[in-house]
C-alpha cells in the first residue's frame, strides 16, 4: 500500500471533512444516546453518503441523534455516546496504520464503558479472506478452501495441495485481480509483484446449468434483515460488474430476486454472525446442486446507488437496506425493540 498517498489524502481531505462535521453536528439535538459515527478523511467517507440523506429524510430522529468525528479525534462528551459506528475502510490497517490504531482505541473505549459498537474494527475475521472462509468452514458453510502463498518458489512445489483449477488472488483488498491456475506453467504469469499477500483459493464451479452464466448474488445484512441488493452474471469464471452480460431475462431475473424474500436468509445472516459482524454485504453463489457457496462478507459495502441509467429496479432494494441500517441503530440505541417493524414499514 501507498502510505505516502493516503498520508496526503488525510491531509488534504481531512480539514475540510472536520468542517463539516463541526457545521453538521451543531444542527443536530444533543439528547442521549447519540451515535457516533467515525471517518476516515483519505478513504471511503463516503460510503454511506445516500444512507445518510436518506435518514435525515425518513428517519429524523435518528439524523438528529448522529454525532460525526473524522480521525485522529476524541468525542467531548463520552456520556452522551450510546453507540460507535465506524464508517471506515475494512482496509485500513494497511493504508492508515495510525488512523486504524485510533479507530480500535475508540472501539477499546466504547467496550470499557459499555457502549455497543456496530462492525468493531479490530475483527481479524471481517478483514481477512483466509479467515473468514475458514471460519464459515469449520461451521459447516460452503466456502472456497484458501491458503496463504508466503514463499512463491516453495508453493510452486507443493501447491499447498491445491487442485487444479484453482485461483491466486490478493488476500487483501477488493476488486483486486485474480488468477487462472490449470497447470503449473500458469503459475510462472502470475503477476506476484503486484499482489499485497497473494492466496491460492479453491475454485468452485457455480455455472448454471439453465445458461452457462456464473452467477454472484449479494444481500445486505444488517442486524436481523437481510436485503436482496442485485445479481451479476457473466460468461467467465470472474464475476465483474464491468462484465455484466445484460438480457430481459437477466433482468427479470434481478427484479425478481430483489422482491422476493431470500431463500437463504437464516444462513447468510449466520455467516454474519460468525464474523462478529452486524452489517455485511455477503457475495455468493448458487451451484448447479442448488447449495449456496459464500465467498466473501464486506464489512463497509457501498450501499449507494448504481447509476440511475441502469438502477431504477435496485433503488426499493436500495432503501430497503438503508432502513435495515436505520433500525439496527435505533434498536442498538435503545429506543426501538429488534424485532420492531417502525422503520422497516418503508417499502418503496
Given at each position: 500500500m501507498n502510505l505516502l498517498?493516503?498520508?496526503?489524502?488525510?491531509?488534504?481531505?481531512?480539514?475540510?471533512?472536520?468542517?463539516?462535521?463541526?457545521?453538521?453536528?451543531?444542527?443536530?439535538?444533543?439528547?442521549?444516546?447519540?451515535?457516533?459515527?467515525?471517518?476516515?478523511?483519505?478513504?471511503r467517507s463516503y460510503t454511506y453518503r445516500e444512507c445518510l440523506r436518506w435518514i435525515r429524510k425518513h428517519v429524523p430522529q435518528l439524523h438528529a441523534r448522529m454525532e460525526f468525528l473524522t480521525l485522529p479525534t476524541q468525542p467531548r462528551d463520552w456520556d452522551s455516546i450510546g453507540l460507535l459506528a465506524c464508517w471506515t475502510a475494512d482496509t485500513m490497517r494497511?493504508?492508515?496504520?495510525?488512523?486504524?490504531r485510533e479507530a480500535c482505541n475508540l472501539t477499546n473505549q466504547c467496550r470499557a464503558r459499555g457502549i455497543p459498537v456496530v462492525n468493531p474494527v479490530d475483527s481479524n475475521a471481517a478483514h481477512s479472506k483466509l479467515e473468514?472462509?475458514?471460519?464459515?468452514?469449520?461451521?459447516?458453510?460452503?466456502?472456497?478452501?484458501?491458503?496463504?502463498?508466503?514463499?512463491?518458489?516453495a508453493f510452486k512445489e507443493s501447491m499447498a495441495g491445491m487442485s487444479f483449477p484453482f485461483l491466486i488472488r490478493d488476500e487483501q483488498g477488493h476488486g483486486r485481480p485474480s488468477c487462472w491456475?490449470?497447470?503449473?506453467?500458469?503459475?510462472?504469469?502470475?503477476?506476484?509483484?503486484?499482489?499485497?499477500?497473494?492466496?491460492?483459493?479453491?475454485?468452485?464451479?457455480?455455472?448454471?446449468?439453465?445458461?452457462?452464466?456464473?452467477r454472484k448474488y449479494r444481500c445486505i445484512v444488517a442486524g436481523d434483515e437481510v436485503i436482496p441488493r442485485h445479481?451479476?452474471?457473466?460468461?467467465?469464471?470472474?464475476?465483474?460488474?464491468e462484465r455484466r452480460v445484460n438480457s430481459d431475462e437477466l433482468h427479470a431475473e434481478e427484479v425478481t430476486f430483489i422482491e422476493t424474500h431470500p431463500e437463504h436468509a437464516d444462513q447468510l445472516r449466520y455467516a454474519t454472525q460468525l464474523l462478529d459482524l452486524d452489517i455485511a454485504?455477503?457475495?455468493?453463489?448458487?451451484?448447479?446442486?442448488?447449495?449456496?457457496?459464500?465467498w466473501e462478507a464486506n464489512p463497509v459495502?457501498?450501499?449507494?446507488?448504481?447509476?440511475?441509467?441502469?438502477?431504477?429496479?435496485?433503488?426499493?432494494?436500495?432503501?430497503?437496506?438503508?432502513?435495515?441500517?436505520?433500525?439496527?441503530?435505533?434498536?442498538k440505541l435503545g429506543?426501538?425493540?429488534?424485532?420492531?417493524?417502525?422503520?422497516?414499514?418503508?417499502n418503496r
Open positions: 498517498k493516503y498520508h496526503c489524502k488525510s491531509a488534504l481531505f481531512g480539514w475540510p471533512l472536520r468542517v463539516m462535521d463541526q457545521m453538521s453536528n451543531a444542527t443536530r439535538c444533543h439528547d442521549a444516546p447519540r451515535v457516533l459515527v467515525v471517518r476516515h478523511p483519505a478513504k494497511h493504508w492508515s496504520p495510525d488512523g486504524y473468514m472462509t475458514t471460519i464459515w468452514r469449520q461451521s459447516g458453510i460452503r466456502a472456497p478452501r484458501c491458503e496463504l502463498i508466503q514463499d512463491v518458489h491456475i490449470s497447470s503449473t506453467k500458469d503459475l510462472e504469469h502470475v503477476p506476484w509483484h503486484e499482489m499485497i499477500c497473494p492466496m491460492a483459493s479453491e475454485f468452485i464451479d457455480t455455472r448454471s446449468p439453465k445458461d452457462g452464466l456464473f445479481i451479476i452474471a457473466n460468461a467467465d469464471w470472474e464475476v465483474r460488474p454485504g455477503i457475495d455468493y453463489s448458487i451451484d448447479a446442486a442448488g447449495e449456496l457457496v459464500l459495502p457501498n450501499l449507494n446507488a448504481p447509476p440511475t441509467h441502469r438502477a431504477q429496479h435496485i433503488l426499493p432494494a436500495v432503501e430497503r437496506s438503508f432502513a435495515a441500517i436505520a433500525k439496527l441503530y435505533l434498536s429506543l426501538i425493540e429488534s424485532h420492531s417493524s417502525e422503520v422497516l414499514t418503508w
